[in-house]
T-cell receptor
Framework: GEDVEQSLFLSVREGDSSVINCTYT??????LYWYKQEPGAGLQLLTY?????DMKQDQRLTVLLNKKDKHLSLRIADTQTGDSAIYFCAESPYSGAGSYQLTFGKGTKLSVIP | KAGVTQTPRYLIKTRGQQVTLSCSPI?????VSWYQQTPGQGLQFLFEYFSETQRNKGNFPGRFSGRQFSNSRSEMNVSTLELGDSALYLCASSRDHRGMDEQFFGPGTRLTVL
């Protein structure tokens, strides 16, 4: 089965680093994703990591993947108030016929304290 | 380049009615996926269309249906609305729904069923 787990809340002070964790179950997922959702908005893709990678860095964002433990994390360096949002981890198991569907976690609400 | 557009942005319906939501993908994108977002269940995959064919379907009752037109625009329909259908319905488009093609999300249609 497919199940993506995340903690629901995280609160950090402005300027600190934020680490959002996620566990997934489907080992067939080729890519794993982090999406950001701000109030009243759709989902914005922040970054993704190929399943044969351990780490990916993109400016303030660092993604770490432990494939053995099926654990994914997103680190945001120098967290700003504009980073306050809900962050979703997603896996993309192959569904056949050329189709992949995203399976999302419930989302982690990041609150940044000024 | 225009993003994914969804209309209407807000809808209020009563139980038993039906509703049609529309999604216009980014120009050149041939895959359109639909997701339902609720506080309790989170983001759940509804279905995916590619070149006017439904390529994948999530675990939703037959009251939920969709279609895609030759210009890649997509509609989803919910018949015999229930209170539990109140949700944010998100549409996402990609060039071709493969593992690495980024899915661009629209702002969503917020449906309220009274």
């Amino acid at each position: 089965g497919e199940d993506v787990e995340q903690s629901l809340f995280l609160s950090v002070r402005e300027g600190d680093s934020s680490v959002i964790n996620c566990t997934y179950t489907d080992s067939s997922s080729t890519y794993l994703y982090w999406y950001k959702q701000e109030p009243g908005a759709g989902l914005q893709l922040l970054t993704y990591i190929f399943s044969n990678m351990d780490m990916k860095q993109d400016q303030r964002l660092t993604v770490l993947l432990n494939k053995k433990d099926k654990h994914l994390s997103l680190r945001i360096a120098d967290t700003q108030t504009g980073d306050s949002a809900i962050y979703f981890c997603a896996e993309s198991p192959y569904s056949g016929a050329g189709s992949y569907q995203l399976t999302f976690g419930k989302g982690t609400k990041l609150s940044v304290i000024p | 380049k225009a993003g994914v557009t969804q209309t209407p942005r807000y809808l209020i319906k009563t139980r038993g009615q039906q509703v049609t939501l529309s999604c216009s993908p980014i120009s050149g994108h041939r895959s359109v996926s639909w997701y339902q977002q609720t506080p309790g269940q989170g983001l759940q995959f509804l279905f995916e269309y590619f070149s006017e064919t439904q390529r994948n379907k999530g675990n939703f009752p037959g009251r939920f249906s969709g279609r895609q037109f030759s210009n890649s625009r997509s509609e989803m329909n919910v018949s015999t609305l229930e209170l539990g259908d109140s949700a944010l319905y998100l549409c996402a488009s990609s060039r071709d729904h493969r593992g690495m093609d980024e899915q661009f999300f629209g702002p969503g249609t917020r449906l309220t069923v009274l």
